[in-house]
């Protein structure tokens, strides 16, 4: 989205909502990572009361999408939340579809890798091919929380949507939004690419609900670019496979370790550890590395 569209958009946000009411604003809502929680913009001269500008609760809950639900806005950390939803007990009714401008698809393209166990580790996303500069859009409206360069997901940007949830968009190879910026669903947020821990240029795509991850295949139809459902009844089951991969025990490999003294240990055997980790009995231990018993 370029500046001047963005402006727009901000000011038409916040005039809508009845924030914006002083000339020229826009471009200060637009720098202003508002969402920051320390400061409210500047709105008025510097002699008029301080007090006007204290960013407080209610204005959180006012500007920044889900407050309500997260009770936090962080803009360093891409996974801030500790919420445990393998326990949750309601079915929570997220609305994906509002009206038919509510949803667009990322990118439409072929799925290279799924959500789920891939190889030893889970991945939390699914994989898109995309081309080096392919356009990468937001999949529904919100504001900006991330955008940044991360050392796994590269340049990476996250969205706090209306509805609840968080997206996330990763190996891009440019950012095209900043913390703070509104989007509409289907905005440009950057550049499809390879950057961080990547190989191949691809689209790493998350959906996670109060930071834990959805599998993107219960909620979206990649195939063709189309919602699975208006609502999604977001329960428990959801978030079953938390579960079991909370049940996997690793042990952090010491000096003096060795493949037979950690399977003794825990009683298993060393092909039942190399077939866990995707090793061999010659392979190297590396200290401080994991491997994963059970
Ligand atoms: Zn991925």
Not at 29 to 36: D, P
Not at 145 to 151: A, L, M, T, V
């Given at each position: 989205m370029n500046r001047s569209l963005l402006s727009f958009s901000i000011a038409f946000f916040f005039a809508a909502t009845g924030y914006l009411n002083a000339q020229g604003l826009s471009q200060d809502?637009?720098?202003?990572?508002?969402?920051?929680l320390s400061k409210a913009p500047s709105s008025t001269s510097p002699e008029e009361d301080e007090e006007e500008n204290e960013w407080n609760l209610s204005d959180s809950l006012y500007h920044i999408p889900s407050y309500e639900l997260y009770r936090s806005w962080n803009n360093k950390r891409v996974h801030?939340?500790?919420f445990d939803l393998s326990k949750m007990s309601d079915t929570v009714m997220i609305a994906l579809a509002v009206d038919s401008c509510s949803f667009v698809a990322p990118f439409i393209g072929r799925k290279t890798s799924d959500f789920g166990m891939r190889?030893?580790?889970?991945?939390?996303g699914v994989d898109i091919k995309v081309l080096t500069g392919?356009?990468?859009?937001?999949a529904w409206e919100g504001v900006v929380?991330?955008?940044?360069?991360?050392?796994d997901y590269g340049n990476v940007v996250v969205v706090r949507h209306n509805n609840g949830l968080e997206s996330l968009y990763a190996h891009l190879?440019?950012?095209?939004?900043?913390?703070?910026?509104?989007?509409?669903a289907g905005d440009l947020v950057g550049l499809g690419g390879n950057t961080g821990r990547s190989t191949g240029s691809h689209l790493h795509f998350e959906v996670r609900y109060l930071g834990e991850p959805i599998n993107p295949n219960e909620v979206i139809d990649f195939e063709h670019g189309l919602l699975c459902y208006d609502t999604l009844h977001l329960n428990q089951e959801h978030f079953e496979y938390l579960k079991e991969l909370r049940a996997i025990k690793y042990h952090r490999i010491r000096q003096g370790d060795t493949l037979s003294g950690i399977a003794r240990r825990y009683g298993t055997t060393v092909s039942a550890l190399c077939r866990l980790n995707g090793i061999r009995p010659s392979t190297t231990l590396r200290i401080g590395r994991s491997i994963r018993y059970n």
């Open positions: 809502i637009a720098r202003l990572n508002v969402f920051e801030p939340y500790k190889r030893y580790r889970h991945h939390y392919d356009p990468i859009l937001s929380r991330i955008s940044h360069y991360d050392r190879s440019k950012r095209k939004v900043q913390c703070g910026d509104w989007v509409e």
